[in-house]
């Protein structure tokens, strides 16, 4: 069984602190998603990251793709109240199939 | 820009009971798909439609059926409710497989099973 491991699972900082969540596992993939859920809300693709060491940026947020294609980190810079809400990875598993972590809960307070 | 519409919103069932939760994307897209999401469990797919026509199982089908109506809307019905289907459902869509296409998701269903 293919699983995403998640961690840390609930992250409570102040504003303007930097952090690091993490997405592990023991399979291979050929990509891996990040997601962002807002509470009453379906969760929002940030990026999607496709090359072993690839790192992507959006604004604050910079995205890698382990080397081995094995595991994803998402590190925050600069952590503003927009920023907290739930973030999941995801990996394809093959065709139409996609497998989720089960998150990190962040809280950034003002 | 409504993209992917999911109704109702809430709902509470006995057990026993049987409901459909509706849902339609507007993005013409090819591909649609059922997830259920519990705390500590992430998002587990329980049916997926490839393309208007099809349907498959995915991780979770146990306890609930789909129909692809057309190519914009896909509903999954639970014929027998059981409280352990309490959950958040959520559809989504994508213009072909997930691989590298987008997913985009509806606003979810909050279902309750007594």
């Known amino acids: 069984t293919q699983l995403l491991e998640q961690s840390p699972q609930f992250l409570s900082i102040q504003e303007g602190e930097n952090l690091t969540v993490y997405c592990n596992s023991s399979?291979?993939?050929?990509?891996l998603q990040w997601y962002r859920q807002e509470p009453g809300e379906g969760p929002v693709l940030l990026v999607t990251v496709v090359t072993g060491g690839e790192v992507k940026k959006l604004k604050r947020l910079t995205f890698q793709f382990g080397d081995a294609r094995k595991d994803s980190s998402l590190h925050i810079t600069a952590a503003q109240p927009g920023d907290t809400g739930l973030y999941l990875c995801a990996a394809n598993t093959g065709g139409f199939k996609t497998i989720f972590g089960a998150g990190t809960r962040l809280f950034v307070k003002a | 820009n409504a993209g992917v519409t999911q109704t109702p919103k809430f709902q509470v069932l006995k057990t026993g009971q049987s409901m459909t939760l509706q849902c339609a994307q507007d993005?013409?897209?090819?591909?649609m798909y059922w997830y259920r999401q519990d705390p500590g469990m992430g998002l587990r797919l329980i049916y997926y439609?490839?393309?208007?026509?099809?349907?498959d199982k995915g991780e979770v089908p146990n306890g609930y059926n789909v129909s692809r109506l057309n190519k914009r809307e896909f509903s999954l019905r639970l014929e027998s409710a059981a409280p352990s289907q309490t959950s958040v459902y959520f559809c989504a869509s994508s213009s072909q497989g997930t691989s590298k296409n987008i997913q985009y998701f509806g606003a979810g269903t909050r279902l309750s099973v007594l």
């Open positions: 993005m013409n897209h090819n591909s």
């Open positions: 439609s490839a393309s208007e026509g099809t349907t």
């Open positions: 399979s291979v993939f050929s990509s």
